[in-house]
């Protein structure tokens, strides 16, 4: 069965500073591969997406995501932090070769971003 | 954007009682999902539905669970008898060719 691990539970950066989130999953193969935010109250919105191709995937919000093969790791990048992107963040996988698109989700990420 | 919207945003309800929670699916979506969060854990995959039949479905949704197509364009996710314990936030997610799925807001569910 697929599993997906997010270390931090919780992470505070400054304002202005970079961020990496990380996921470590786990399957059989490469699985489809995702990023989800989740604002307070909110639905989940989708950052980015790896299906395959160039391993280092662009989303939106300035977010950028690099999935390693030989790590089994797909962890979420940001340059430069704005006080905007304070919510909890969503690693979730999707098989590919069985037919099952349920997602398997992380427990997330709290991001706190210090002004 | 097309939107995959919710209803209601809130429901309380009383323990043993029926609730009904409505989606609407972004237009020419033909997957369709329900997850659920309870506070402060992970979102975990409930049920899926292509071809008005149930493709998939977790060992969570038992018995007291169902899913419908009614009329073509809502999908339902009805709980027959709530628990104390089916209190969450129930996403409804749907996806067309591709394999991104694509969340409503939530609705969440208070069972007192």
């Known amino acids: 069965a697929q599993s997906v691990t997010q270390p931090d539970i919780h992470i505070t950066v400054s304002e202005g500073a970079s961020l990496e989130l990380r996921c470590n999953y786990s399957y059989g193969a490469t699985p489809y591969l995702f990023w989800y935010v989740q604002s307070p109250g909110q639905g989940l919105q989708l950052l980015l997406k790896y299906f395959s191709g160039d391993t280092l995937v662009q989303g939106i919000k300035g977010f950028e995501a690099e999935f390693k093969r030989s790590q089994s790791s797909f962890n979420l990048r940001k340059p430069s932090v704005h006080w905007s992107d304070a919510a909890e963040y969503f690693c979730a996988v999707g098989a590919r070769d069985t037919g099952r698109r349920a997602l398997t989700f992380g427990s997330g990420t709290r991001l706190q971003v210090q002004p | 954007e097309p939107e995959v919207t919710q209803t209601p945003s809130h429901q309380v309800t009383q323990m043993g009682q029926e609730v009904i929670l409505r989606c609407v699916p972004i237009?020419?979506?033909?997957?369709f999902y329900w997850y659920r969060q309870i506070l402060g854990q992970k979102v975990e995959f409930l049920v899926s539905f292509y071809n008005n039949e149930i493709s998939e479905k977790s060992e969570i949704f038992d018995d007291q669970f169902s899913v419908e197509r009614p009329d073509g364009s809502n999908f339902t996710l009805k709980i027959r008898s709530t628990k104390l314990e089916d209190s969450a936030m129930y996403f409804c997610?749907?996806?067309?060719?591709?394999?991104?799925?694509?969340f409503g807001p939530g609705t969440r569910l208070t069972v007192t």
């Open positions: 237009s020419n979506h033909l997957y």
């Open positions: 997610a749907t996806r067309g060719d591709s394999y991104e799925q694509y």
